[in-house]
């Protein structure tokens, strides 16, 4: 969603030749004083606990995705723009390879290297601290009523779906962002 001078989302120009593979720029309200706690993955986070997961079994795409999912009880899940990317990056870097396959998978699955071993024992105290946050984030959806997460998910559908879709006339986008912002000003009013 880009405004009208170049703004991703009101947070200023959004430098994609600056920006790192797996480098989140969707700041979440949490870091406003939400329930979100902030930004869940700042630089690297993702692809250390992406790492992570593969040291425990190697597991393709989709897999991490839904294991990261799940973590947070689904209040969070990466987008296969940021994931896969991030997985041939660290393929490029020697931390992963993809799996020899047996069979008729087309999915690449990939298991950790020496090198990624040796890098997650190096970046040890960053993975203890992320694979917090997550247990934290699972920690407080769990306080959230049941009608209100089953809201945030349509919601999330539905902002996926309309957006995922034709791209949206300079109409439909003042429109669909005066249904957001009036919809962020009554919940700050509740």
Excluded at 37 to 44: I, S
Excluded at 62 to 87: D, H, M, Q, R
Excluded at 111 to 122: M, N, S, W
Excluded at 125 to 152: F, G, I, K, N
């Amino acid at each position: 969603m880009r405004g009208s001078r170049g703004d991703f989302m009101g947070r200023g120009p959004l430098d994609l030749d600056s920006m790192e593979v797996g480098d989140e720029r969707r700041g979440e309200r949490g870091g406003r004083g939400g329930r979100g706690g902030g930004r869940l993955f700042g630089h690297g986070g993702l692809r250390l606990v992406l790492l992570h997961l593969i040291a425990q079994q190697p597991r393709h795409g989709y897999e991490l995705i839904k294991a990261i999912e799940e973590s947070v009880n689904g209040t969070y899940s990466p987008s296969a723009g940021v994931v896969y990317p991030t997985l041939t990056l660290l393929e490029e870097m020697g931390y992963l390879r993809v799996q020899q396959t047996t069979g008729d998978s087309q999915r690449k699955s990939y298991e950790i290297t020496d090198t990624g071993r040796e890098y997650l024992a190096e970046n040890e105290a960053a993975v203890t601290e992320l694979l917090a946050r997550l247990a934290t984030r699972r920690e407080r959806s769990e306080d959230m009523p049941p009608q209100v997460m089953r809201a945030l998910h349509n919601f999330k559908y539905a902002v996926h779906l309309r957006l995922g879709g034709e791209p949206l006339s300079p109409e439909q986008a003042n429109a669909f962002a005066a249904i957001l912002d009036a919809a962020a000003q009554q919940l700050e009013r509740l």
